[in-house]
């Protein structure tokens, strides 16, 4: 499990409730759950131990002792992984917290502990009450205060029935004043000063077994993916949407290829039951209100047959587990680190180098076919298969006499939109006019002004 910790390094640190991978002793319990090796977590009492009990499961599963193990579990539990039942209650020793006590009874007048207990008789001539023992004489009942003897019951004496008589202060009660002894240290305390503290018992919340084993493992391994490619990873990003909102996303993948920078928007949707519309319906708005068009969701267990064809109309790359295990399992192309500089544009030669350089198959006036079915040229394409997504760039290069207006960017966008190529690149020289650029900006189209082609 030491590699957990190094293969995540450089990711930013996640929020919310993801990121178990990175408790690594937290980690090991979940696993041991996952894989069956340890069915329910339940405590032994241990009066031995400063606690009172131990998980003997948590502390052999991760090298813990005592309060370690208790804080495992309980974080488990705040995180909504594992579910506390009541298995019992401890008595503590105000003083010394020993769980090692022992009631002892007492008089409820006085306190004092020296108590009898037995059959309560009433001498009626003297009104002497006292335990049956103290009139018990050689076969006889004798009064041990007014010395006569107790003949007939109902009569001269009576029974009060079995009670409890205070040898020090003689009040005769029925339920004695509890307190507790303690063992370690002596002392004797009320009952209404010893602390309780439950123990508890934990089972694996059945609900978070899907989410559990993603998170696991597959979720570190295509975290390492996302890197190998030179991608930064930002769990549970917040995009600032067009409309204003501002919108979660699980994971958000960004690359600065100088030229062009790729943002992938992956969400990852769990559940036991298969994946519905709606759930892909909102990641598709969040990603388009948030403008980013590389959309991947990973699946488990699977999409639903109406999510599934809206997952490929709207062009969502969706990885299910088996999917996800191809990806990982591949032998990974060359690294990727993104652009060591800048990009400037000095010729189509060196725009070509500077893109096969990155690892970009690059087309000069590549014909692409369009959905309406007419075929467009584009002065240069580049194309990049990463195995969670092929990038596309359309790049554009017009020249005139003086800056451009919105004609020609127009129709570039036009072209790139029904040949479906949301990365696009338009050089301009001398450049383009306000309006040109703003209508750029506003389509996603990134823009260099050059002097010349
Ligand atoms: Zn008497
Ligand atoms: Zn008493
Ligand atoms: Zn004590």
Request: charge should be neutral; hydrophobic fraction near 35%; include cysteine.
């Amino acid at each position: 499990m030491a590699g957990v910790d190094k293969e995540v390094e450089g990711i930013e640190a996640p929020r919310g409730t993801s990121g178990l991978a990175k408790d690594e002793l937290a980690t090991k319990v979940v696993a041991g759950m996952l894989a069956s090796r340890i069915v329910d977590i339940k405590p032994q009492l241990d009066f031995t131990t400063e606690l009172g009990f131990v998980y003997p499961v948590v502390e052999q599963t991760a090298s813990v002792k005592g309060k370690e193990a208790v804080a495992i579990v309980e974080s488990l539990t705040e995180r909504g992984i594992l579910r506390r039942s009541y298995f019992d209650r401890l008595l503590r020793c105000p003083r010394c917290q020993s769980i090692n006590l022992r009631p002892s009874t007492h008089c409820p007048k006085c306190g004092s502990g020296d108590i009898a207990r037995g059959r309560i008789l009433e001498h009626l001539a003297c009104n002497y009450v006292g335990v049956e023992d103290e009139f018990a004489t050689k076969g006889k009942y004798m009064c041990p205060r007014c010395k006569l003897e107790l003949r007939t019951v109902g009569a001269d004496y009576v029974s009060r029935g079995v009670l409890r008589k205070c040898r020090d202060c003689s009040e005769v009660f029925g339920a004695p004043m509890l307190k507790w002894r303690c063992l370690k240290c002596s002392s004797l305390a009320d009952e209404d000063a010893i602390q309780e503290v439950n123990v508890y018992a934990y089972t694996l919340d059945e609900g978070q077994r899907n989410w559990l084993e993603f998170e696991l493992d597959p979720k570190v391994r295509f975290l390492e993916f996302l890197r190998h490619y030179g991608y930064k990873v930002t769990e549970n990003a917040r995009v600032k949407g067009r409309s204003g909102a501002e919108h979660k996303i699980d994971m958000l993948a960004t690359r600065d290829d100088g030229i062009i920078t790729h943002s992938i928007a992956i969400g990852v949707e769990i559940s036991r039951e298969n994946i519905g519309l709606e759930r892909i319906l909102d990641f598709d708005v969040k990603a388009y209100d948030g403008g980013i068009h590389n959309k991947v969701m990973i699946i488990i267990p699977k999409l639903g047959e109406e999510a599934e064809k809206f997952a490929s109309h709207q062009r969502i790359k969706v990885f299910e587990p088996r999917d996800l295990e191809t990806l990982l399992s591949g032998r990974p192309k060359a690294g990727h680190t993104g652009a060591k500089e800048p990009f400037e544009f000095k010729s189509k030669s060196q725009l070509v180098q500077y893109l096969e350089k990155q690892g970009y198959k690059v087309k000069e006036d590549a014909e692409v076919k369009g959905r309406s079915g007419a075929t467009h040229t584009v002065d240069v394409v580049a194309t990049k298969e990463e195995g969670i997504i092929t990038h596309r760039i359309a790049i554009a290069m017009e020249g005139a006499e003086s800056p451009m207006g919105l004609g020609k960017v127009f129709d570039f966008d036009d072209k790139a939109y029904d040949a479906g190529i949301s990365d696009k690149v338009f050089i301009a020289a001398p450049g383009l006019t306000k309006e040109a650029r703003q209508f750029a900006q506003r389509q996603g189209i990134r823009v260099f002004e050059v002097d010349r082609l």
